[in-house]
T-cell receptor, first 112, second 117 residues
Framework: AQSVSQHNHHVILSEAASLELGCNYS??????LFWYVQYPGQHLQLLLK??????LVKGIKGFEAEFIKSKFSFNLRKPSVQWSDTAEYFC??????????FGKGTRLSVIA | GAVVSQHPSRVICKSGTSVKIECRSL??????MFWYRQFPKKSLMLMAT?????????EQGVEKDKFLINHASLTLSTLTVTSAHPEDSSFYIC?????????????FGPGTRLTVL
């Protein structure tokens, strides 16, 4: 069965700091990869996705993620975070006909 | 973009009662919807896949008789937590695949927080 691992439970950064959130998955076949964000009190929103092609994916709000197949990773990055980026971030993986599987999430707190 | 709504957003009930949660696709039709459960500080766990006009498909370990799912129309799926107990307290979220029918993308509802006293 596929699984998703997010290594950081809670990350605290100052504004303008760079962000990288780790995501590793286990699945032997072709996968579709997602990062979702959940702002306080709001529903899950798609940040970016990878299906095929260029492994460096750009999403909304300045986020990007890189798919490294050999490392089974899909880390999320942002060069300079803002206070408004404070949220919970979920990595998710879908392989073949299997359901979408989520990681446990990483809480990002951005302080002024 | 496509919108998925849930009602109610919060519900508090007494142990032993049943609670119904609605999930609607507001501006598109969804023959399939998904129900997730989110525990504090944990990931979303898929409970079941709701199929319009047919029985829901439940994930391993999810009690079918406990969590009744009805997908009566192309825009509405309901989850009924029967004889709720405190351990059923959780955040329940539904989602629907994008209108293009490409199952790999989903739109999520805002969630329903259930508290069972």
């Amino acid at each position: 069965a596929q699984s998703v691992s997010q290594h950081n439970h809670h990350v605290i950064l100052s504004e303008a700091a760079s962000l990288e959130l780790g995501c590793n998955y286990s699945y032997g076949g072709t996968v579709n990869l997602f990062w979702y964000v959940q702002y306080p009190g709001q529903h899950l929103q798609l940040l970016l996705k990878y299906f095929s092609g260029d492994p460096l994916v750009k999403g909304i709000k300045g986020f990007e993620a890189e798919f490294i197949k050999s490392k089974f990773s899909f880390n999320l990055r942002k060069p300079s975070v803002q206070w408004s980026d404070t949220a919970e971030y979920f990595c998710a993986v879908k392989g073949g006909n299997t359901p979408l599987v989520f990681g446990k999430g990483t809480r990002l707190s951005v302080i002024a | 973009g496509a919108v998925v709504s849930q009602h109610p957003s919060r519900v508090i009930c007494k142990s032993g009662t049943s609670v119904k949660i609605e999930c609607r696709s507001l501006d598109f039709q969804a023959t399939t919807m998904f129900w997730y459960r989110q525990f504090p500080k944990k990931s979303l766990m898929l409970m079941a896949t709701s199929n319009e006009g047919s029985k829901a498909t439940y994930e391993q370990g999810v009690e079918k008789d406990k969590f009744l799912i009805n997908h009566a129309s192309l825009t509405l799926s309901t989850l009924t937590v029967t004889s709720a107990h405190p351990e059923d307290s959780s955040f329940y979220i539904c989602s629907a695949p994008t209108p293009s029918g490409f199952y790999n993308e989903q739109f999520f509802g805002p969630g329903t927080r259930l508290t069972v006293l």
